[in-house]
């Protein structure tokens, strides 16, 4: 009864709930099941752990988490082809843009094997065809890394050994593999024109995806990429934010305003580069 109630609030409110407060929140998920099979978007159902911190916080905020990341996503998404979702977690943002973008191909790469099996569940339990799912790290170069798990958030699983997280036992020897082999083996031909999106959300790991698609950014193959900004965790992994600006700058990508720049980088957050006009 609580679930169909909640689903029925969240529906009529964009798939969201309104903006009640931290006391409302809390109270809320006191009073919730700690697992319950949602409608995350207008007919994708997921079933969702209560007690994981970007599960919970994804179903209450729906559209404003990380805003305004939805809003350029779904921008983006309305003139591409292919959305690739790197660091997808469960899905969330794989699942939004399937909804919101009807004509996308979705490409959704995630590690962490038990958050991975949220997303391959999704996809069959939803006939998802648009959906193609990948337990696989992206990186600079082909190799089997361990991942560290997050405990409370499994959004905080990382390559790099981040100090809450080195007492857990990793995930050994996950793949990892280059965005532009990936491309090669599925035969993704790289479009003519600016034609791809991408998210990129891997708790570091960030810059080495991006040295690993130097021929699609070459190429100018996307509209535009979403990238997390965060010092703390790209310095596990010996990388900085100035070395991801100058990477993006040196293929003709600039860092809008809505999100991280070169000016507020030691902020945490997410930077949206678009191709310079």
């Not at 911190?53 to 805003?67: H, I, L, P």
Request: aromatic share 12%.
């Amino acid at each position: 009864m609580r679930v169909a109630v909640s689903e029925m609030i969240r529906k009529s409110s964009g798939f969201r709930f309104p903006r009640l407060g931290r006391q409302a929140y809390d109270l809320f998920f006191q009073l919730m099941p700690r697992r319950a099979t949602v409608e995350l978007f207008e007919g994708i159902k997921v079933p969702l752990n209560f007690n994981d911190d970007t599960q919970r916080t994804t179903y209450w905020q729906g559209e404003r988490f990380e805003f305004p990341t939805a809003d350029i996503l779904k921008s983006w998404g309305k003139r591409s082809t292919c959305f690739f979702d790197i660091g997808s977690n469960y899905g969330f943002f794989s699942f939004l843009m399937l909804a919101r973008c009807p004509e996308l191909e979705v490409y959704s790469f995630e590690p962490n094997p038990e958050t991975f099996a949220l997303v391959q569940s999704a996809k069959d339990s939803n006939a998802l065809e648009r959906m193609h799912p990948y337990n696989l790290g992206l990186g600079e170069e082909s190799k089997k890394l361990d991942l560290f798990k997050g405990v409370v958030d499994s959004g905080h699983s990382t390559f790099g050994k981040h100090p809450e997280l080195i007492g857990q036992a990793p995930f050994n020897s996950i793949q990892v593999v280059r965005f532009d082999d990936f491309i090669i083996e599925k035969s993704l031909g790289l479009p003519s024109s600016p034609a791809w999106c991408a998210k990129i959300d891997v708790e570091g790991f960030e810059l080495k995806v991006l040295r690993g698609m130097r021929s699609a950014l070459a190429a100018k193959a996307f509209l535009g990429l979403v990238v997390e900004i965060n010092p703390f965790t790209l310095n596990l992994c010996q990388a900085t934010a100035a070395e991801i600006f100058d990477l993006l700058e040196s293929h003709g990508y600039r860092a809008c305003p809505q999100g991280i720049t070169r000016a507020t980088m030691t902020s945490s957050g997410n930077a949206f580069f678009e191709l310079k006009p």
